[in-house]
């Protein structure tokens, strides 16, 4: 199984990106409950054949549809070290979790936090910052909330996001029971980035209509075009409002580990709290997010329960307190910690750090391709890592949309779709460390052949 899996890794090129999945194929799993046991290599073999090759494909260099990463093998023999160890980090005296705290002690160096910051593994950024938004509301309303609830307050609590921010921020509104309408969606500049006049106007208005703004969810690396939010000046906002500067870092807040990036993401050090992801930019196997909390205490006093069960001794295994299960809501948790340690070390900051680099001089390559192609349109500025183009067409929308799903059921490049301004634009975002110039080139070469190809069928 693991010969096989290193072997996939290594022969991934000669692979399609992705592939539609035939119906015979999906039917073989709508099967009842197994009663009898099955020989290993027969259901190893099942996935073999059946599952691995229809998979979405993300650890393929031509796979460019979302920002996802690439994982390396290194990532996959620690998940499974950390499979075969099989312990739960909601707490207890372990090493694991030193492992855990290891990783928030360099989180604090990378993005200049004190050592009394507070950090978390988490399943992705969805979950992260759902606990921004909880943190912020008990800094906003006190710990009190956690027993009467958010009405009791007597609070209308606001806030604030741009027009290019990643849903989650939204269904974070809704699942700390303050609702999607409370969150203010503020217009994007000619950049992409949230446009601050705006912003201070919305913050002004709310104010004088009653309510109580409490949290500014800036991004670093949105998801449509990779664009990044003017952070010096939100954090300038935050502080003169007296508001909770969040900042959704997905994949975006990585780049810190690439010097020449880097520069972009500055005010990010001066944020209450950071969501971002390994598995993206830091090429660790999914899962592995990760949130960063500037007040530890105000951190520990959102979550931490008083169950006696959970009882902290000063020694023996109930030791080591506070224990993770004190920062977040999950009880049992994965040791997302060991494929995080090991790719950091084994790799190194400074190489992460290229790796992120190389996929933004690649999307810089890829802009200065479709610029010097007649058929294509660059759609968007340029940024970081994600393109967005289309091809030049009297009914552009629908060709565009018919264009992305026939690159990706070809196999040679698997870009997404996105609407910028109106208009239906194909996305790529290079997050791949396996992604170079050919799989670039494949992916325009394709594009102008199969668009030729729609534009002459009717």
Same mark, same amino acid.
């Given at each position: 199984?693991?010969?096989?899996?290193?072997?996939?890794?290594?022969?991934?090129?000669? @692979? $399609?990106?992705?592939?539609?999945?035939?119906?015979?194929? @999906?039917?073989?799993?709508?099967?009842?409950?197994?009663?009898?046991?099955?020989?290993?290599?027969?259901?190893?073999?099942?996935? *073999?054949?059946?599952?691995?090759?229809?998979?979405?494909?993300?650890?393929?260099?031509?796979?460019?549809?979302?920002?996802?990463?690439?994982?390396?093998?290194?990532? !996959?023999?620690?998940?499974?070290?950390?499979?075969?160890?099989?312990?739960?980090? =909601?707490?207890?005296?372990?090493?694991?979790?030193?492992?855990?705290?290891?990783?928030?002690?360099? !989180?604090?160096?990378?993005?200049?936090?004190?050592?009394?910051?507070? %950090?978390?593994?988490?399943?992705?950024?969805? !979950?992260?910052?759902?606990? =921004?938004?909880?943190?912020?509301?008990?800094?906003?309303?006190?710990?009190?909330? +956690?027993?009467?609830?958010?009405?009791?307050? =007597?609070?209308?609590?606001?806030?604030?996001?741009?027009?290019?921010?990643? =849903?989650?921020?939204?269904?974070? *509104?809704?699942?700390?029971?303050?609702?999607? #309408?409370?969150?203010?969606?503020? $217009?994007?500049?000619?950049?992409?980035?949230?446009?601050?006049?705006?912003?201070?106007?919305?913050?002004?208005?709310?104010?004088?209509?009653?309510?109580?703004?409490?949290?500014?969810?800036?991004?670093?690396?949105?998801?449509?075009?990779?664009?990044?939010?003017?952070?010096?000046?939100?954090?300038?906002?935050?502080? @003169?409002?007296?508001?909770?500067?969040?900042?959704?870092?997905?994949? %975006?807040?990585?780049? !810190?580990?690439?010097?020449?990036?880097?520069? +972009?993401? +500055?005010?990010?050090?001066?944020?209450?709290?950071?969501?971002? #992801?390994?598995?993206?930019?830091?090429?660790?196997?999914?899962?592995?997010?990760?949130?960063?909390?500037?007040?530890?205490?105000?951190?520990?006093?959102?979550?931490?329960?008083?169950?006696?069960?959970?009882?902290?001794?000063?020694?023996?295994?109930?030791?080591?307190?506070?224990?993770?299960?004190?920062? %977040?809501?999950?009880?049992?948790?994965?040791?997302?910690?060991?494929?995080?340690?090991?790719?950091?070390?084994?790799?190194?900051?400074?190489?992460?750090?290229?790796?992120?680099?190389?996929?933004?001089?690649?999307?810089?390559?890829?802009?200065?391709?479709?610029?010097?192609?007649?058929?294509?349109?660059?759609?968007?500025?340029?940024?970081?890592?994600?393109?967005?183009?289309?091809?030049?067409?009297?009914?552009?929308?629908?060709?565009?949309?018919?264009?992305?799903?026939?690159?990706?059921?070809?196999?040679?490049?698997?870009?997404?779709?996105?609407?910028?301004?109106?208009?239906?634009?194909?996305?790529?975002?290079?997050?791949?460390?396996?992604?170079?110039?050919?799989?670039?080139?494949?992916?325009?070469?394709?594009?102008?052949?199969?668009?030729?190809?729609?534009?002459?069928?009717?």
């Amino acid at each position: 199984m693991l010969d096989d899996m290193l072997d996939y890794l290594e022969h991934i090129r000669e @692979r $399609p990106v992705w592939q539609p999945i035939p119906q015979p194929v @999906r039917d073989l799993f709508h099967e009842t409950l197994p009663a009898q046991p099955a020989d290993l290599a027969t259901v190893h073999a099942h996935f *073999m054949h059946d599952v691995l090759p229809y998979a979405v494909g993300n650890a393929h260099p031509g796979f460019m549809g979302w920002v996802h990463g690439g994982g390396t093998p290194v990532g !996959m023999l620690a998940e499974m070290l950390a499979a075969g160890l099989n312990a739960n980090l =909601g707490g207890r005296d372990q090493m694991p979790i030193e492992v855990e705290r290891q990783i928030l002690q360099w !989180m604090r160096e990378l993005f200049g936090f004190p050592e009394s910051a507070s %950090g978390l593994f988490v399943t992705g950024t969805s !979950m992260a910052n759902l606990i =921004g938004v909880l943190v912020a509301r008990t800094a906003a309303l006190g710990t009190e909330v +956690r027993q009467s609830g958010v009405a009791a307050s =007597g609070k209308r609590l606001t806030a604030y996001t741009s027009a290019g921010a990643h =849903g989650c921020i939204a269904q974070a *509104m809704d699942l700390a029971g303050l609702g999607m #309408d409370a969150l203010r969606i503020i $217009p994007v500049n000619d950049q992409y980035q949230i446009d601050s006049a705006a912003l201070e106007r919305a913050i002004a208005a709310d104010r004088s209509a009653g309510f109580t703004p409490f949290f500014i969810a800036a991004t670093a690396g949105t998801v449509d075009v990779g664009a990044i939010d003017d952070l010096a000046v939100l954090a300038d906002i935050a502080q @003169r409002e007296a508001l909770w500067f969040h900042v959704d870092g997905a994949y %975006g807040a990585l780049a !810190m580990l690439a010097p020449d990036i880097a520069p +972009r993401l +500055r005010g990010i050090e001066r944020a209450d709290s950071i969501a971002f #992801d390994f598995h993206k930019w830091g090429q660790v196997p999914y899962d592995a997010g990760f949130i960063l909390v500037r007040d530890g205490t105000l951190h520990y006093d959102t979550f931490a329960s008083p169950a006696a069960y959970l009882r902290r001794e000063a020694c023996g295994m109930a030791g080591g307190s506070p224990w993770p299960c004190d920062f %977040g809501p999950d009880l049992s948790r994965g040791f997302r910690a060991l494929k995080t340690w090991f790719t950091i070390k084994v790799y190194g900051a400074e190489q992460i750090g290229q790796v992120i680099s190389g996929t933004c001089a690649l999307a810089q390559y890829m802009k200065q391709r479709i610029e010097a192609m007649p058929m294509l349109e660059l759609m968007a500025p340029v940024g970081l890592n994600i393109v967005c183009f289309r091809y030049r067409s009297d009914h552009a929308d629908t060709v565009n949309t018919r264009l992305a799903a026939a690159l990706q059921e070809s196999g040679i490049a698997a870009p997404s779709t996105t609407t910028l301004n109106g208009h239906v634009a194909i996305r790529a975002a290079i997050v791949n460390h396996r992604t170079d110039t050919r799989a670039i080139d494949a992916l325009l070469q394709a594009t102008l052949v199969l668009g030729k190809e729609l534009t002459q069928t009717p």
